[in-house]
């Protein structure tokens, strides 16, 4: 069974730019989540989509958007670019939470660098 | 303001034995603890988890300890192995509108050497 799978692995972008960051949940699972891992912090929580909705959303600026799709797959798009936006940017994907707590499985990120 | 910390950046222990990570807490709306292994340019994987009506939860050779009183809870590795070494994560979620958010500690550097 395949696992969470993002594209693309790295992403080079020049500030002001916008970048487009892709996930696939695991078969079967309707929530995705993105996180953020800048160089030398801890994971950070950006948004939260279940059954093609926005159900939470971090922290973080409104240049900061997401989507899911429905097929479930998801899409963060990131809008004027500022050289701390550099990170791993993580998906990971769960069954729906209308069952309650349940364990996010993480796809392998995207690497985000802005020159 | 760091609701989950793990106070300790990194530790070395030796194969074979005991592993133990640490993971404190201050949102007393956390009802669900989990932990993840880190390796370099990987996403992390999911190790274990419990919920907050447990104290302890096996699987294999990974035990988590949760104590609500203190707000504290505990991974143990036994025995260790060299392949064990990576990153730990310690994360909680509250439940209710806030539950895919995960809240992650800074992580441990575990280093288990042969």
């Known amino acids: 069974e395949a696992g969470v799978t993002q594209s693309p692995t790295h992403l080079i972008k020049t500030r002001g730019q916008q970048a487009t960051l892709r996930c696939s949940p695991i078969?079967?699972?309707?929530?995705v989540y993105w996180y953020q891992q800048a160089l030398g912090l801890g994971l950070q929580f950006l948004l939260w989509?279940?059954?093609?909705?926005?159900?939470n959303r971090g922290n973080f600026p409104p240049r900061f958007s997401g989507r899911q799709f429905p097929n479930y797959s998801s899409e963060l798009n990131v809008n004027a670019l500022e050289l701390e936006d550099s990170a791993l940017y993580l998906c990971a994907s769960s069954v729906s939470t209308a069952r309650g707590h349940t364990e996010a499985f993480f796809g392998q990120g995207t690497r985000l660098t802005v020159v | 303001d760091q609701q989950v910390k793990q106070n300790s950046p990194s530790l070395s222990v030796q194969e074979g034995r005991i592993s133990i990570l640490n993971c404190d807490y201050t949102n007393s709306m956390f009802d669900y603890f989990l932990w993840y292994k880190k390796y370099p340019a990987e996403g992390p994987t999911f190790l274990i988890s419990i919920s907050s009506i447990k104290d302890k939860n096996e699987d294999g050779r990974f035990t988590v300890f949760l104590n609500k009183s203190a707000k504290h809870l505990s991974l143990h590795i036994v025995p260790s192995q060299p392949g064990d070494s990576a990153v730990y994560f310690c994360?909680?979620?509250?439940?209710?509108?806030?539950?895919?958010?995960?809240?992650f500690g800074q992580g441990t550097i575990l280093t288990v050497h042969p």
């Open positions: 078969s079967g699972h309707t929530s």
């Open positions: 989509y279940d059954e093609g909705e926005e159900r």
């Open positions: 994360a909680a979620n509250a439940g209710g509108t806030s539950y895919g958010k995960l809240t």
